[in-house]
């Protein structure tokens, strides 16, 4: 390729990321691709007067991140709001929360992120009386770190109409005390929901995940503005990051629309892809609008194509759907969301529209549904290159591990959602899981299985930073000697962060490594990843990040 270099990176480490493991030293990028990856010499005939020259320093340069599973803007607006994430006991708990109201006089509403189950005590469920002694003068609402549990202080119950309790819908709940009223705890997103209306983007953040629907009625120009203002924040967040790519996996037209007015300003600082979320209250018609947005949006900036779907809940609020029910409460096998029927007539419709699907399965008996529906539409429409996903996989029945990649099934793992990991402790999780363990968060087994694996943060469920993933991913503890072992390597690691990535989203041929005619999306590292200790992995930092081209972050 010829042309003078808008950017060259000399003096690298650099791992191209191809299946090979190529290595080179240098990068040119000409316009929006890479032109040549090699020696110091290759790239310098392609230096020129204008040429800006980037030292790696004897750090890692490789392909940017594709974050394969991640909630953008519920993620950006969680940007400044209260971290629990540290705090254990009510004291604490009391004390961190009166800080932030002193901190934020003027907003309507307070919010607080990462509030473990077990925050307030291991015996001692969280209610609204404990929110009230910290604050009780304004709405306040504090979400589990997995997002799918709220707790409310009661000024905010009232406001929202669930005190009395109410209706919220399947797989919903609003949980009401002895006293007859609701005790604070607001399972799933039906019951959330009433109270995220009262928050300053006034919900409209979680539309994508709640009901999957455009803000009713449509957004003022000032409240438009206010949300690319939060979009944008959290874009820039994940470029001084590395990520240069997004799967998002909350969606509605509304997001698509806000993020091409951000690209057409010049701020579209990672690819994103926004898919269609389906809920199970919509009819199979509504994937018609799925099929809209494909064809309305399909860049290689911004594009959607795919169907969301959430199969079940979470393991430790007891609505991930289980085969056996739980150690716990052996009578309760969870909420499936979609019977077998109409999730397989679903998938089939995909199939026939050439829709990717990806489906939230954190049980076993999810899983195992999601495969049968994958398996049906293959029976009917016949093989296709679909590269259907499952979202999570906490728990799977060993019957099903070799089906993922038989159906060409990709897993999408989460490094911090392993219990136990940093982010998230040990209980409740491993009580729901009880004799299941082996097969819990089987990374390295479905990898020797022969499965595609792709690696995310699901932000803001844990922190968007792939070092902290990677760390995970490589120090995963073993909790018993006779389980088997799931750390991952290093090269598996980062691959599942980058050409993988890009596999599940077509664009293989485009990006996720560094190759002569690709999309020129890299990183450059504050240190040499190979030689970090992994333990230390969580301290690297970015230093540059290029996107399409262009440097979308520098330290
Ligand atoms: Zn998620």
Not at 141 to 155: L, Y
Not at 365 to 392: C, F, N
Not at 548 to 555: A, P, Q, S, V, Y
Request: proline residues 6%; charged residues 25%; aromatic residues 6%.
């Amino acid at each position: 390729m010829a042309g003078e270099a808008n950017i060259i990176i000399t003096n690298g480490k650099v791992l191209t990321m191809s299946p090979h493991d190529q290595r080179a030293q240098a990068v040119a990028i000409v316009g929006q691709r890479i032109a040549a990856v090699g020696g110091e010499d290759c790239v310098a005939k392609l230096r020129g007067p204008n040429t800006r020259i980037i030292d790696a320093r004897g750090c890692t340069v490789m392909p940017g991140f594709v974050e394969s599973h991640m909630h953008l803007f519920p993620g950006a607006a969680t940007l400044g709001q209260l971290s629990l994430e540290d705090v254990s006991g009510l004291d604490a708990f009391i004390a961190a929360a009166r800080a932030y109201d002193s901190a934020h006089p003027g907003e309507h509403m307070l919010i607080g992120r990462q509030a473990n189950y077990t925050m307030i005590g291991e015996k001692e469920p969280i209610s609204r009386h404990h929110l009230d002694r910290a604050i009780s003068h304004r709405p306040f609402a504090i979400v589990a770190p997995d997002a799918h549990t709220v707790w409310a202080n009661t000024m905010a119950l009232e406001m929202a109409g669930l005190l009395h309790g109410r209706n919220v819908g399947i797989g919903s709940e609003v949980v009401m005390g002895e006293d007859g009223l609701a005790t604070g705890e607001l399972r799933e997103w039906g019951a959330m929901e009433p109270v995220f209306a009262l928050s300053p983007t006034a919900g409209r953040d979680n539309l994508g995940l709640t009901s999957g629907r455009d803000p009713v009625p449509m957004p003022s120009p000032a409240e438009r503005a206010a949300d690319i203002g939060v979009l944008q924040k959290g874009l820039d967040y994940c470029a001084r990051l590395g990520i240069t790519s997004i799967h998002n996996m909350d969606g509605n037209l509304y997001q698509l629309e806000l993020l091409d007015e951000i690209h057409k300003a010049g701020g579209l600082h990672c690819r994103v892809e926004i898919p269609f979320h389906l809920r199970p209250e919509r009819s199979i018609d509504a994937l018609e609008e799925a099929s809209e947005m494909q064809r309305r949006f399909s860049s290689d900036m911004l594009h959607s194509g795919r169907v969301k779907i959430f199969m079940d809940g979470v393991l430790d609020s007891w609505t991930a759907f289980v085969l056996d029910g739980y150690p716990d409460r052996p009578e309760t096998v969870g909420a499936p969301l979609f019977t077998a029927d109409q999730f397989n007539a679903i998938v089939i419709d995909c199939d026939r529209r050439g829709l990717q699907i990806s489906v939230h399965a954190i049980g076993d008996a999810a899983v195992r549904r999601t495969l049968d529906g994958y398996e049906a539409g293959r029976r009917t429409v016949g093989p296709r290159d679909s590269r259907h996903r499952i979202e999570h996989i906490e728990i799977i029945d060993p019957a099903d591990i070799p089906r993922l990649r038989e159906l060409g099934v990709i897993a999408s793992m989460q490094p911090l959602h392993a219990a136990g990991s940093h982010c998230f402790p040990l209980e409740p999780t491993l009580t729901r899981i009880g004799p299941k363990m082996p097969f819990a968060y089987p990374w390295q087994t479905l990898r020797n299985a022969g499965t595609r694996m792709i690696f995310s943060s699901d932000w803001p469920v844990s922190p968007v930073d792939p070092m902290k993933s990677i760390k995970a991913a490589l120090t995963r503890e073993l909790l018993d000697p006779a389980y088997p072992d799931q750390r991952q390597t290093l090269m598996d690691t980062l691959a599942s962060y980058t050409r993988e990535g890009a596999y599940a989203e077509f664009m293989d041929d485009r990006k996720g490594q560094l190759k002569p005619g690709m999309l020129a999306d890299m990183v450059v590292l504050t240190a040499d990843i190979e030689t970090t200790p992994p333990e230390e992995i969580d301290r690297i930092e970015v230093a540059t990040t290029i996107c399409d081209g262009r440097i979308t972050f520098e330290r």
